[in-house]
């Protein structure tokens, strides 16, 4: 599956990838998110969450693990979730 989402904004873009790759933002952007708490790590590579959803009625829980950096439009280094 994929999902694919676009949003205009006057915001530059490094602040905006900076913002969506923190993923203890996702209750701000993604209608399907409960809570997503950092359990540890800076929110670089090897950082790893606790997310939980709710889609239909069902929550589910997942723990992702960053395990890439890539670089984002603005020249600085990315976060990524897995």
Do not use: H
Not at 23 to 52: A, C, E, K, M, Q
């Amino acid at each position: 599956m994929r999902l694919q989402r676009t949003v205009v904004t006057d915001k530059p873009l490094g602040k905006v990838f900076d913002y969506l790759s923190d993923f203890t933002s996702t209750t701000d952007w993604d209608p399907g998110t409960v809570t997503t708490i950092r359990l540890d790590g800076d929110g670089g590579v090897g950082t790893s969450y606790l997310n939980t959803s709710e889609f239909l009625g069902r929550r589910s829980c997942a723990t992702s693990c960053k395990s890439s950096c890539p670089v984002n439009a603005s020249g600085s280094a990315a976060r990524t979730r897995r």
